[in-house]
């Protein structure tokens, strides 16, 4: 019997549908369920912005004002909660809708990854010395800066930064004081994202840096021991965070004013000044202009006239995010300042990714690229002073006049070069390649292999011409800038193009082991390294255009100059490293860590080419110990030293050669057979010596840092003491036949030694309120040893074996001459007003002689001290940075003769000299000029360095806009200095002689607003 197929019916299958639909959206329903709670800290107090993440996705939640979040999640979900200062905790939702997780707090960070050579290791495990700023998760971030050095400035210890001194100049650095006589740089070695970094400062995006590490003592530097010696930086910049793709903007507008401006002489001062110098009237020395001005009592103010208010343009958009494979973050920003000094200005644009991707369980490979374009346009404004009734103007009152001049000096007008007559390119790009791929041994866990490449190419271009304008000289009359006049100087217009290539490359070889076996945790590291430097540098000069008769193109017509020369300098530089390291940890208690690095360097002679640099460290974590357990009031106690060996390249290349000059640069002309042919020689001008090697620092490290108190005190003490020796000089020699009198080798000896603290404070934590403090203290001092070998000091150089560095060499002053004092008169063949000098050698006859010659002070300072304060009230946010430079003991002194003496134009205003009426024993006669007039005064001081105050949105209506966070703030630089230095700016030691030079801007007063905001 044949069975028949029944199909159903259209309503059949309606019904069925409906059904299902049902029970779909049943069954979606209970796969998704709301889950809410509160997130706060051991006191029960709540967490604000804390991040509440279901794992293995990227739906998130923040926590808002109250504590509370809320997400939708899938059934069995986990979710991850976060925050910056705790322990990460994982909760698993189960049945539960509403959830309450308390954080516990991690105020030292034990478990946070600290950024080392070649790697990475858990501070808890770490036994050198490191100070971490987290740059984008502080109130530092929120100052105006162009530099990423200046996030350090007063928030780290063991170090010195100076402040910029024009717009997108780089600040120096010097780690744990100066350790070189000679040496031309005491910055330190840059590692950026774990790679060696060529580049400048001014190459890495500010906006881009997550975090900065100051690595000091020997054990954390002898990772890269042939270039550590000046310590190393290590810059880490930002990436994404798991979690939805997020886009952050950042903008700021700050503007500038000078502050701590020398105190210029007051117009009738002036006056009265030369009337005493001349013997005469104004109308006797003043030129006519100027004298017609004196008479309607108009007066040019330079300092005002050279100056402006100054404008700092940041922003920054960025993306960024991340998946359990792939992290990546994108950035560009565009930077402008423009400085308070006319002329003064600074760009850079600046485009940053990376990208790194979790191919498989073992390979893990990452690219990342940065480029930069800046531009430094023009000539800044530049005066040594004027008179206050020279004009800036030509008769016309619109064209400038060059030369300001009056009766007894003459100079150029500050904006001159500004404005007329000169023309300047000066712009520079970089690009940077990076790439990595790590790979992680199957079967054998722990066992790493990484390989980091990176490349850079820097591209500079100069170009300056002086256009016959330029040339005029001072005289009287409107003659001179007519064309006929104008067109004499042809002969003696200039410029030049120069254009230098920098190219770098940097190969990482990294093989890393980590085990933890029951309570013993080992970590080894092998590391071969290689780099290469490239300077390729082109210059053409070129002068005399009166065959084309004029200069319309400027410097980019250098080609039609009757005069011109090319040189060409190429360089190159290669070394060679290995590493070795083992760090070794018992039960968390007991840490050692030792290591040895072999470097070889093309710029070292034949037979100093390489060179072994080891080191090694312990440790004691002393909270750890059984005796320890039931002293509450300890979280933490921890003592380490270490002792290594670090060296410092301080040679160029080829300095190990003898060269020779020739051709046309080389300046041996000779003319043969009676023509007017020139024929070039060439000759030896520098004796090389191959056994010129590495300059070693050799030092020991030891320190301790404790947690008192829930670590709500937090305290850190390092000290150090090294030994600089086989440092390089130029050693005088019998005189050769060919007239050598000099040449390069390794001497001296520098020791250096120091103390540093900080302490961090949490004074106040309740549920709307919290204080913080910090405070650090870094004092410094170092002492020449050996010099030349012989035991003798250098007084030409002020270098004094057994002495400080930086030493103040002269005549003490012990006030001035006056009338009465006849013997020191007649013995010094001198005049009532003039300086005073101590007879330090105690000669009978009371002559001053070169033998009264003594230390009148250093000009290393003192120490210094830092103190910041963080409040937190609700959304509300203040922080202040105090900056000090402290004096004593002799030390934090400079000579300043400026500020006691009558140059023209840099007059203090209340300064009174010395006449017989007014018998001043602190400032000299009037027409005193002598050279060997040396006070010394103190330079220290005390800064408001920052103080920012920020708001941010964190309330519902926000996050319903879609807005992840948004902060505004308002933030102040330089606001108030208290110091006793006279002249100006007393961190850059500014004098009256140096009222307004490229080297001595004077200190910017800033006031910024901005907003960071991200979706």
């Known amino acids: 019997m044949r069975k028949k197929l029944v199909l159903m019916n259209w309503d059949t299958w309606r019904k069925m549908l409906c059904m299902l639909c049902i029970l779909s959206g049943s069954l979606a329903a209970q796969a998704q369920k709301k889950v809410s709670g509160t997130v706060v800290d051991a006191n029960s107090e709540p967490i604000i912005g804390a991040n509440v993440v279901e794992k293995g996705t990227t739906n998130r939640d923040i926590t808002e004002v109250d504590g509370n979040f809320s997400l939708n999640v899938s059934q069995g979900a986990t979710l991850v909660i976060s925050y910056i200062g705790y322990l990460t905790q ?37 036994t050198g010395s490191v100070s971490t700023v987290n740059v984008a998760n502080s109130s530092v ?17 063991g170090a010195t930064i100076s402040r910029e001194t024009s717009t997108g100049s780089s600040p120096s650095i010097e780690i744990h004081g100066q350790k070189s006589i000679n040496s031309s740089s005491t910055n330190p070695l840059i590692v950026l994202d774990g790679v060696i970094f060529s580049g400048s400062m001014n190459d890495i995006d500010p906006s881009t840096v ?3 590490s100051l690595l000091k003592d020997a054990t954390s530097l002898a990772a890269y021991g042939s270039q550590a010696a000046n310590g190393v930086v290590m810059i880490t910049t930002k990436k994404g965070k798991l979690g939805k793709p997020v886009i952050s903007f950042d903008g700021s507008v700050a503007f500038s004013e000078k502050t701590l401006t020398p105190k210029l002489i007051r117009p009738d001062v ?5 009337n005493l110098k001349r013997g005469g009237d104004p109308q006797s020395w003043m030129l006519a202009r100027n004298y017609e001005k004196y008479l309607r009592g108009e007066v040019t103010d330079w300092w005002d006239y050279s100056t402006r208010t100054g404008v700092i343009q940041d922003y920054s958009v960025s993306v960024s995010g991340a998946t359990e494979k792939i992290n990546y973050y994108t950035s560009i920003s565009h930077t402008d300042q423009k400085g308070i000094v006319i002329g003064d200005r600074f760009s850079r644009e600046s485009l940053t990714a990376r990208m790194q991707n979790d191919i498989t369980d073992w390979l893990q490979v990452g690219t990342q690229v940065n480029y930069n374009y800046q531009n430094w346009d023009g000539l800044s404004a530049s005066s040594d002073g004027a008179s206050p009734y020279a004009d800036p103007y030509r008769p016309d009152g619109k064209s400038l006049e060059k030369v300001i001049a009056d009766v007894g000096f003459s100079g150029e007008n500050p904006i001159w070069k500004c404005k007329v007559g000169i023309d300047d390119y000066d712009r520079s790009s ?20 990484r390989f980091n490449a990176s490349y850079m190419e820097k591209n500079e271009k100069h170009y300056q011409f002086h256009h016959p304008i330029n040339l005029i000289t001072a005289s009287e009359g409107e003659e001179r800038y007519s064309d006929v006049e104008v067109a004499k100087l042809l002969p003696q217009a200039y410029g030049d193009n120069q254009i230098i290539t920098r190219t770098n490359y940097v190969l990482d070889n990294i093989l890393n082991y980590t085990a933890n076996i029951n309570r013993h945790f080992v970590d080894l590291t092998a590391v071969y390294t290689r780099s290469e430097y490239v300077k390729d540098s082109r210059t053409l000069k070129g002068n005399d255009f009166s065959a084309i008769g004029n200069t319309l193109l400027g410097y980019n017509g250098l080609a039609y100059a009757a005069n011109q020369t090319l040189s060409i300098e190429n360089t190159k530089e290669a070394d060679i490293g290995y590493l070795g390291r083992v760090s070794y940890n018992f039960d968390g208690k007991y840490h050692i860590t030792a290591s040895i690095r072999r470097d070889g360097s093309s710029v070292f002679g034949d037979d100093t080419k390489w060179g072994i640099f080891p080191a090694a460290g312990v440790a004691w974590t002393v909270d750890r110990e059984e005796f320890m357990k039931n002293i509450k009031q300890i979280n933490e106690l921890k003592l380490k030293i270490s002792w290594g060996k670090n060296g410092n390249q301080s040679l160029n290349s080829y300095e190990t050669l003898s060269k020779i000059s020739l051709g046309q640069s080389g300046g041996h002309g000779y003319l043969f057979d009676n023509t007017s042919t020139t024929n070039w020689g060439q000759y030896v001008s520098a004796i090389g010596n191959p056994m010129l090697g590495w300059e070693t620092t050799t030092a020991v490290n030891a320190g301790l840092n404790i947690g008192l108190w829930s670590n709500r005190i937090r305290f850190a003490l390092d000290t150090y003491k090294s030994q600089t020796t086989d440092q390089i000089f130029n050693r005088v020699i019998p005189v050769m036949s060919n007239g050598f009198t000099s040449t390069r080798a390794t001497m001296g000896q520098v020791d250096n030694f120091g103390i540093e603290f900080t302490l961090n404070t949490l004074n106040i934590k309740q549920q709307n309120f919290e204080w913080s403090s910090m405070l650090n203290f870094y004092l410094n001092r170092n002492k020449l040893v050996d010099l030349y070998g012989d035991g003798k000091d250098d007084l030409v150089n002020a270098l004094f074996i057994g002495k400080s560095l930086g030493a103040i060499y002269g005549y003490k002053v012990i006030g001035m001459v006056q009338e009465e004092d006849t013997e020191y008169i007649k013995a010094n063949t001198s005049v009532p007003g003039n300086p005073k000098f101590a007879n330090v050698d105690g000669s009978e006859d009371g002559k001053i002689t070169a033998d009264d010659r003594t230390i009148l002070g250093y000009r290393k300072e003192n120490f210094r001290m830092n103190m910041s304060h963080t409040l937190v009230y609700g959304n509300w946010e203040l922080y202040a940075l105090f900056n000090g430079v402290f004096s004593g003991g002799g030390y934090g002194m400079d000579a300043n003769a400026e500020a006691y003496t009558n140059a023209p134009g840099f007059v203090d205003q209340d300064i009174v000299w010395w006449t017989p009426e007014n018998r001043s024993d602190i400032y000299p006669r009037i027409n005193f000029t002598g050279g060997n007039f040396t006070p010394v005064m103190s330079y220290g001081f005390v800064r408001l360095q920052d103080l920012n105050l920020s708001y941010t949105f964190r309330q519902q209506k926000i996050k319903d806009l879609g807005i992840e966070r948004l902060r505004i703030y308002l933030s102040g630089k330089n606001l108030f200095t208290v110091t006793d230095w006279i002249g100006g700016d007393p961190e850059n030691r500014q004098k009256q002689s140096a009222t307004l030079r490229i080297t001595t801007f004077p200190l910017q007063q800033t006031l910024a607003f901005g907003m960071n905001i991200s979706f």
């Open 270 to 274: 002036f006056v009265e000044n030369y």
């Open 90 to 126: 994982e909760i698993v939702v189960e049945n539960r809708t509403e959830l309450q997780i308390t954080l516990q707090e991690d105020l030292l960070a034990l478990d946070e990854m600290v950024v080392i050579g070649y790697g990475t290791v858990e501070r808890k495990n770490f």
């Open 430 to 449: 970089s690009l940077l390649l990076k790439g990595h791929a790590l790979i992680k041994a199957p079967r054998i866990t722990g066992l790493t292999y």
């Open 141 to 157: 971030s929120l100052s105006p800066r162009t530099n990423v050095m200046d996030a350090l400035r007063g928030t780290v210890t």
């Open 210 to 212: 997550e975090s900065i």
